[in-house]
């Protein structure tokens, strides 16, 4: 198991969690995505990608290759409004970067 596949993701209709190694646990409800970013950091030696998914109090940053990522991806591709060529894009990016993919809509 990679380090990435640590963090594991429980997605159901109301909220997003991801359990972390350490034992700690962030949620964010579905109801409360305000926005969705693709962050890409320049580690070595492989830029590492992130998911983070914003709230109106918090944020819940998930790697990449969290177990269960695939299934997240998926609901996020049925957001209303959700820029699946950026997101694919930011898959593939080697330098650091942000990329924006879905803001609520209000």
């Not at 983070?52 to 409004?81: C, K, M, Q, Y």
Request: hydrophobic letters at 35%.
């Amino acid at each position: 198991m990679t380090d990435e596949e640590q963090y594991i993701l429980e997605i159901n209709d109301d909220e997003i969690r991801c359990h972390r190694p350490d034992g700690t646990m962030d949620s964010l409800s579905w109801k409360n995505l305000q926005r969705v970013e693709i962050v890409v950091t320049e580690d070595t030696p492989l830029p590492a990608t992130f998911i983070a998914l914003h709230g109106p109090n918090s944020t819940v940053v998930i790697p990449e290759g969290a177990t269960n990522a695939d299934d997240l991806g998926e609901r996020l591709f049925t957001l209303e409004g959700f820029d699946a060529d950026t997101f694919v894009e930011s898959m593939s990016a080697q330098t650091a970067d942000t990329f924006l993919c879905w803001t609520l809509q209000e």
